[in-house]
């Protein structure tokens, strides 16, 4: 089972944090650095100091880390022209020397465009496909040709479809739990699937739609990475999760509930249930960027147990 660090700096996180984050997260032996793609902050928090860029701030850390995997859950498609968007993926992923990701989605927070004057269509899933087009498309078109798309929201005419990324396939990521579009986005253009946020049931439920459609679509269902994103809060005891759950304005009920919450041996078993279910990877959200302790609690009592 392979872990990975999942920050929503959106909540209140300057790119140095980030940093310090990212660093730990290499140092301690974690698979990979993902964080959101948003601009306003949710919940009760205010955000200060404000927004980071989700592609900014990745291409400072390809030249700050060495080792983990970079990238986004998900990057919206509402705030980047995919032509553009290309260009950025590929250029981190060069930066980094070939460890970058890309997690792709339809975009949802009306208020974050409306607040930095974004358009927000009311037709989002098509635009979606249409991006993962483009973005596929420009990347595997060879060097010397060009590359041609005529569709609904978006025409490109002879783009070169440069610069090229340094791995040969860029890893995408689609995720959600729609039951028919998204598994068949999935199919056709994810490397990985990702089910945010779902009890066992539910993310098995869905790993077993994906898998049907890979397989109409005339894919091996296991070409595709499994994946999960849960809410993380680990205390070596009852009264250090109870404290860390306190800091980030949760109940430990709910959090052991719909997370992954409570003493190590907790958190694994725990684990396992969404390993049953067909999950080989976990991005653990990480709500409080000030405790490094609690990665390294993690690190060392609960990704230990898994390898």
């Not at 089972?1 to 974690?30: C, H, S, W």
């Not at 009760?44 to 880390?65: F, K, N, Q, V, Y």
């Not at 974004?118 to 040709?145: C, H, M, N, S």
């Not at 005529?150 to 791995?167: I, M, N, V």
Request: proline share 4%; charged share 25%; glycine share 10%.
């Amino acid at each position: 089972m392979d872990l990975r660090i999942f920050t929503e700096p959106q909540q209140g996180a300057t790119y140095d944090t980030l940093l310090t984050v990212a660093k730990a997260t290499e140092d301690l032996g974690f698979d990979a650095f993902f964080r959101s793609d948003h601009y306003v902050a949710m919940g009760d928090s205010d955000g200060l100091p404000g927004p980071t860029d989700a592609w900014i701030t990745l291409a400072g850390l390809a030249r700050e880390t060495k080792r983990i995997r970079l990238g986004t859950l998900m990057t919206a498609a509402t705030f980047r022209l995919p032509g553009v968007l290309a260009i950025q993926v590929a250029q981190v992923d060069q930066m980094s020397g070939g460890r970058v990701e890309l997690g792709l989605g339809a975009g949802w927070f009306a208020e974050e465009h409306a607040a930095y004057g974004i358009p927000f269509p009311k037709e989002k899933f098509g635009r979606l496909e249409e991006q993962l087009e483009i973005v596929t498309g420009l990347w595997a078109t060879d060097a010397g040709k060009t590359f041609d798309f005529d569709g609904e929201h978006y025409q490109l005419k002879d783009s070169p479809g440069l610069p090229k990324p340094a791995q040969a396939k860029i890893p995408v990521l689609i995720g959600g739990h729609g039951a028919s579009r998204t598994p068949r986005l999935a199919a056709r253009y994810a490397d990985e699937f990702n089910m945010p946020f779902s009890s066992v049931e539910d993310t098995e439920r869905q790993f077993g739609r994906v898998r049907a459609a890979a397989e109409k679509a005339g894919r091996a269902a296991d070409d595709l990475t499994y994946s999960s994103a849960l809410v993380v809060c680990v205390g070596k005891d009852d009264q250090e999760v109870a404290r860390r759950a306190a800091s980030i304005g949760r109940e430990v009920d709910e959090l052991k509930e719909n997370g992954l919450a409570g003493t190590p041996a907790e958190v694994v078993e725990k684990i396992g249930r969404y390993a049953e279910a067909g999950s080989t990877r976990l991005y653990l959200q990480v709500l409080d960027l000030h405790d490094l302790d609690h990665l390294e609690l993690i690190s060392a009592q609960v990704q230990s147990q898994l390898r």
